[in-house]
C-alpha cells in the first residue's frame, strides 16, 4: 500500500488512462461499500475521491453515533413488512416501494457484515443490551441504534481498500464519458492539488456523490458552516443529468434545527433523547405540528420552528432539564461524536444542557432527503440501483432511495454487486486516441487560461442568492419562474468563469453543479401543484396537499439546454395504517 506521502505526489505522467470494471464516483460510506460489492462479483474498480483518503473522507469522516436499522429480533415492529405498511404514511405516498423493501430487507444481514469489519454498534452506556435503540423522526419503532461510531469510516475505509480497488484520492471528477450507444465509458478527472488529469475508462459507473449542501445561505452567512458536509455538491445528481439519467423527487428540500450560531447534526440525538421543543413563551409547541411531538418527522420539526418564529413566538430552544441525569451526560458525549467540537461550544456559550435552555434556529436548505426517512432527492434508481441509462448506477443520498449511513452501506453494496455482473457482460471500452486524450485535456483547463475577473466563488454565491431569495422555504409561482429565468442566464455565463488553480478548477465544477441542482429544485416546485412533505415543499399559492393529483413521482432529464419534466403515479395512498391488533407498540421516551 502507498504511504499516505506518495498518494499525494505527482505521477511522472500528467495525463494518465486508467482502464477498469467498474469506477466509483465518491468514496464515501456508499462508494466503499460499492467497492466491496464490486469485489465479491468478481470485477475490478477504481475509486474517485475529492475530499481525501477514503478512511476519513465523507460525510461521517469524523464519526457517527446513530444507525437505523431493523434487525428482526421478536418485536413484530422490527421487521421489514411493518415497518414496509407504514412508509405511505410516513412519506405521504410518494416514495418508490419496491427499492425500499429492497433497502429494508438488506438491512439484517448488512449489521452482521459491518460487525464482521470490526463496526462494535454496542453502547457502554448499556452494558446488559447489544444494541441501545430509540424512536425517532415519525418512525413506528425503536429503529436507531445509538453506538459510539468514531472509527466507523476507518474501518469501511480499510475494508474497501483491501479489496484491492485503485483508489484515487483528493480527484474530482469533471464529467461522465459516454459512448457511441449512450453508455457511459468512464471519467474524466483531475487531482485538485498536483493537477494531473485523469481518464478513467470503465464499463460501468456508480455514482455515490452524498447530498447536494452549500445549495442556499445559512445563518453565519459562510457557505462551508453546514450543517451537513459542505464538499458534497450534487456532483453525482448533475453529472448523471447530463449524461441522460432522470433525477426525481428534486422539489423535496431539507434542513434541520440546529443550535444558533453553530451549523451542525445533532437532532436525531436529542429527540431521540426525549428532549423538548419550546418557544419564548414556554410553550411546548411540537404537538400542534404532529401527533407525536417531537418525535414526528424531521421536516415537521421544521415547519414548527418556522411557524412559532413566523408568528412571533421566538426565540425557540431545545429543553433538556426534565431529562434524567444518565440521559443528559450521555447525550453530552454522544454529540461530539458527529461534531467534535460541540461539547466546546456549549462551554464557550456558557450553556449546561443539565440547567439551561439551548436556543436554536434552521440551517440552510439542502437537496437531500425532504425532511422524511427513505425518500430522497437525486437519481432515479430501481431496485439494482440502475439508473435509466444503462450502466450507470447510483447508491446512498444521491439517489432516490436511501436512510442516512444505514442507506448507504446497503444500497452502496448493492450497486457494486450489480455494476460488476453489467460490466463483466460488456465489451472493454473503445481506447482513445492522443486526439482524443489532448481534447479532453484542452477543454478540462480551457478555465485556467481565464484569469480570476469572475471566480468560482462568485457565480457560486449568485446561485445561493437565487436559492434562498426565490426558492426558499415558502414558494410560488412568481418566484419560482424568477428563479428558473435568473438561473438560466447564470448557465450562459457558465463559460465566462475562470479558475487560478486546480483547487479553483474544483471550485468551479462545484458551482456548476449547484446551479444544475438549483434549476431542478425550481423546476419541480414549480411542477408539483400543492403543499406536501411537511416544510420539503410549502406553495404558498397551492397550500393544501393534494392527493387526488400529488401522488405521483416528478422526473426531470435534459433536453437541450433545458429540462424534460414527467411524472408517474407511485401506486401508493398517503394514509398510515392503523397498527395490527396483536402488535406491541415500541416503548417511546417522555416527549412522545
Excluded at 429 to 449: F, H, N
Amino acid at each position: 500500500m502507498k504511504s499516505p506521502s506518495a498518494r499525494l505526489r505527482a505521477p511522472d505522467e500528467k495525463i494518465q488512462v486508467i482502464e477498469t470494471d467498474v469506477l466509483i464516483i465518491g468514496g464515501g460510506v456508499a462508494g466503499c461499500l460499492a467497492a466491496i460489492g464490486v469485489a465479491e462479483g468478481g470485477a475490478k474498480c477504481v475509486i474517485c475521491e475529492k475530499g481525501g483518503i477514503i478512511e476519513r473522507s465523507g460525510s461521517i469522516a469524523g464519526g457517527v453515533d446513530h444507525f437505523f436499522a431493523v434487525l428482526e429480533e421478536g418485536e413484530e415492529w422490527d421487521t421489514p413488512e411493518y415497518l414496509l405498511r407504514h412508509i405511505p404514511g410516513i412519506t405521504e405516498g410518494v416514495v418508490d416501494i419496491d427499492v425500499c423493501a429492497r433497502f429494508l430487507h438488506g438491512l439484517k444481514g448488512m449489521i452482521r457484515r459491518l460487525e464482521k469489519m470490526g463496526i462494535d454498534f454496542h453502547n457502554p452506556a448499556a452494558p446488559d443490551r447489544p444494541y441501545l435503540r430509540h424512536r425517532s423522526f415519525g418512525l413506528p419503532g425503536e429503529y436507531t441504534i445509538e453506538f459510539e461510531g468514531n472509527d466507523f469510516k476507518q474501518v469501511i475505509g480499510q475494508a474497501a481498500r483491501n479489496t484491492g480497488a485503485r483508489t484515487l484520492e483528493r480527484v474530482m471528477v469533471a464529467d461522465i464519458l459516454m459512448d457511441d450507444e449512450g453508455h457511459p465509458k468512464g471519467c474524466v478527472a483531475f487531482h485538485i492539488r498536483h493537477g494531473t488529469i485523469y481518464v478513467v475508462l470503465a464499463r460501468a459507473v456508480i455514482m455515490a456523490t452524498g447530498e447536494t449542501n452549500r445549495l442556499a445561505r445559512n445563518a453565519s452567512g459562510h457557505p462551508y458552516d453546514s450543517w451537513h458536509i459542505p464538499y458534497n455538491t450534487g456532483d453525482g445528481q448533475a453529472m448523471a443529468l447530463r449524461a441522460g439519467s432522470r433525477l426525481a423527487n428534486m422539489e423535496f428540500t431539507d434542513s434541520t434545527i440546529t443550535p444558533k450560531g453553530y451549523s451542525t447534526q445533532g437532532t436525531n440525538g436529542f429527540v431521540g433523547a426525549g428532549a423538548h421543543l419550546v418557544n419564548a413563551l414556554g410553550e411546548r409547541f411540537m404537538f400542534k405540528y404532529h401527533p407525536a411531538g417531537e418525535q414526528g418527522r424531521r421536516i415537521d420539526l421544521i415547519r414548527g420552528v418556522l411557524t412559532e418564529t413566523a408568528e412571533g413566538r421566538a426565540p425557540i430552544y431545545i429543553d433538556c432539564r426534565h431529562l434524567p441525569e444518565d440521559d443528559v451526560n450521555r447525550l453530552k458525549s454522544t454529540l461530539g461524536i458527529d461534531r467534535p467540537a460541540m461539547p466546546t461550544f456549549f462551554e464557550q456559550k456558557g450553556v449546561d444542557l443539565a440547567k439551561d435552555l439551548l436556543e436554536i434556529t434552521v440551517s440552510e436548505m439542502s437537496s437531500r432527503g425532504g425532511g422524511v426517512v427513505f425518500r430522497r432527492a437525486g437519481v432515479r434508481i430501481d431496485t439494482e440501483c440502475l439508473s435509466n441509462v444503462p450502466g450507470l448506477f447510483a447508491a446512498g443520498d444521491c439517489s432516490t432511495v436511501s436512510n442516512g449511513i444505514a442507506g448507504a452501506t446497503v444500497m452502496g453494496h448493492i450497486a457494486g454487486g450489480s455494476a460488476a455482473r453489467h460490466a463483466l457482460s460488456r465489451p472493454r471500452p473503445e481506447p482513445l486516441s492522443k486526439e482524443d486524450i489532448e481534447r479532453i485535456r484542452e477543454e478540462l483547463v480551457q478555465p485556467l487560461a481565464r484569469g480570476d475577473d469572475y471566480a468560482p466563488h462568485q457565480f457560486e454565491d449568485e446561485v445561493r442568492e437565487i436559492v434562498t431569495d426565490c426558492i426558499g422555504f415558502r414558494r410560488d409561482e412568481t418566484r419560482l419562474k424568477d428563479a428558473l429565468r435568473r438561473l438560466g442566464d447564470l448557465r450562459g455565463r457558465e463559460g465566462q468563469v475562470g479558475a487560478k488553480n486546480f483547487h479553483d478548477l474544483m471550485r468551479l465544477h462545484e458551482a456548476r453543479n449547484l446551479r444544475t441542482v438549483a434549476e431542478t429544485v425550481a423546476a419541480a416546485a414549480l411542477e408539483r401543484r400543492e403543499s406536501r412533505g411537511g416544510g420539503a415543499h410549502v406553495r404558498t399559492d397551492y397550500p393544501d396537499r393534494d392527493d387526488v393529483n400529488g401522488l405521483r413521482t416528478i422526473m426531470m432529464e435534459r433536453e437541450g439546454d433545458g429540462l424534460r419534466i414527467t411524472s408517474e403515479p407511485t401506486g401508493l395512498t398517503a394514509e398510515k395504517p392503523a397498527p395490527p391488533a396483536s402488535s406491541k407498540p415500541a416503548s417511546s421516551k417522555e416527549g412522545t
